[in-house]
């Protein structure tokens, strides 16, 4: 089975979790600080960093003063529903298969309020009419 040009690694995914839960973007500092004693390294998190970026999953979003030198700040360039969105069209499912996946995903998740993703999806059904 090939892997999605999405696709991240273990570590990348845990990364982007730390971007997603942030507030604001951040800076390879800020990410150390915050890794949580992770067995990350400085050069690994760059490593990290470039592939993230080649992949379009972050961008630099500005840069910040550290003492004389400046470093770049980072967020995620996709939210994790366009991540697992993009993960799930890479494995090649046809129009007819969304809905599908989404029933799917619904039940895997044991979605506690049905009212709501219903209303959800029929909002979302309705813009997709509009458009």
Request: charged share 30%; hydrophobic share 35%; aromatic share 6%.
């Amino acid at each position: 089975m090939s892997k999605s040009k999405y696709h991240l690694t273990n570590r990348e995914e845990e990364l982007m979790e730390m971007l997603w839960q942030s507030n604001k973007p951040l800076t390879s500092v800020e990410m150390l600080e915050r890794s949580d004693g992770s067995s990350w390294k400085d050069n690994y998190l760059h490593i990290m960093l470039r592939s993230l970026l080649k992949k379009g999953s972050i961008q630099v979003c500005g840069t910040v003063q550290y003492g004389t030198q400046y470093a770049r700040q980072f967020e995620p360039a996709l939210t994790k529903e366009e991540y697992a969105a993009k993960l799930i069209a890479g494995k090649g499912l046809v129009d007819g298969s969304i809905a599908k996946v989404t029933a799917a995903l619904a039940r895997e998740t044991k979605v506690k309020d049905t009212d709501k993703l219903i209303k959800d999806l029929e909002e979302f059904i309705d813009t997709l009419k509009e458009n």
